[in-house]
């Protein structure tokens, strides 16, 4: 009796994922379309005004209550269906990145000369996401379960860190778990932290005067903005070796003959550990110092944005690569394989197209890279994974991946996203005894630590 009571348990599990699965095909071609449509209107951080309206109201279509411009920004929304415990959350971004418009073609041809372009894949991994939210509340329906699916349109990933405004908003207080994926070249549950970061702006002032009939009158600003970028370079011999720090000099001066009295460095710098980051980021701060100092100059220091690392939980992290497994990898048609050997003579390193037909194990290496899922992931138990929308071996934030983006071939890989996490989501919201155990593993990741954004506590939303 206990063989047969357990195999009918198994049975009845595996239709409910047949139905799951079932519930994300037949709304695929739907959010296809919506990631197509944002692909065509590539939107920068707090400006995404037509993609979060466009996925904010697929979602009310859908019988979502819908909460638009909460935390103080007018392209973050709320979309929630059912009610009460548990609350599963889904997220969802949608801004695309400057300078990286690109036509869905294998060459390099943009759109809009120097206008933003898709390139990390934002079009697909809102749509994917409002996509599992779907399924999961009909499913809900049909099952008669108890809980809240709710869905988070959080702009302004690429720096802007939407995600943390909303955090201090308060709107993560009553989650019990979140789930997340992004684009990617492969499929894989994730396991690794990501690395926590920092962005600033460093503005220096000085005197102005002739570079050659008076230099002496001058303090160059510029000098200032050189001479910290060189005691950064210095220090990196002796930060940790997981350490980045990469930047641009975003103003220089204006005319070689005139003593720069204005200079801006832009700069980000990651470590794997929030709280190592912290200290590293005091030795910045102290190179910027002492080039003022050095050059009779001044500077002020703005962090624009500041994201954690991500916080790994070892069921959830089962979780994905399960439901990731039952969902399939990405197969391509002959046309999508043409498309993918042309613009694989573009890379440096292609790899094998079939990659994307298989499910390879939790990713472990460190992706070295950073989101703002990292902070969520400090105040809610995160599940993340990634799915493959661009063809193997085509890297984030290149034309290619923008290109990638926009084809049936992504459209294909945001679906298998989208059953992976409707699939996690279901599981949480009917099997309470799965959720005690993410709690349980998540008290144990989250112990001796403490959240605190780097990210001043009077900062607002960048660029408005």
Known sequence: MKILSVFLLAGIAATAADGTVARVDAHADRFGRVSRQIWENPELGFAES??????AGELRASGFRVTEGVAGMPTAFMAEWGQGKPVIAVLGEYDALPGLSQVDAPERSPRVAGAPGHGCGHNLFGAASALAAVAVKEEMQARGLKGTIRFYGTPAEEGGGGKIFMIRAG????????????????????NNSWLANISARFTFTGRPAHAAASPDAGRSALDAAELTLHAINMLREHVPQETRIHYIVSKGGVAANIVPDLAEISLIARHTDLKTLESIWERVKKCADGAAIATETQVSIRVTSSYANVVPVPSLVSLADRNLRAA??????????????????????????????????????LLSASTDVGDVSWSAPTAHL????????????????????????????????????????????????????????????????????LLPENATPEGR
Request: glycine share 6%; with cysteine.
């Open 386 to 453: 990634y799915a493959a929308t661009f063809f193997p071996g085509v890297p984030f934030h290149t034309w290619q991946s923008t290109a990638c983006a926009g084809t049936s071939a992504a459209r294909k890989g945001m679906v298998v996203a989208a059953k992976a996490m409707a699939l996690s989501a279901v599981e949480l919201i009917g099997n309470a005894g799965l959720l005690q155990q993410v709690k349980a593993d998540f008290s144990k990741a989250m112990a001796g630590r403490t959240y605190r954004s």
């Open 328 to 365: 399939g990898g990405v197969r391509y048609d002959e046309a999508e394989r043409a498309f993918a050997s042309k613009i694989q003579t573009s890379l440096d390193a292609p790899r094998s197209l079939d990659e994307a037909a298989s499910v390879l194990p939790p990713r472990t290496a």
């Open 50 to 55: 037509k993609s979060a309206a466009l996925l």
């Open 171 to 190: 709107l993560f207080r009553d989650v019990d778990t979140v789930i997340a994926w992004h684009p990617a070249d492969f499929n894989a549950a994730d």
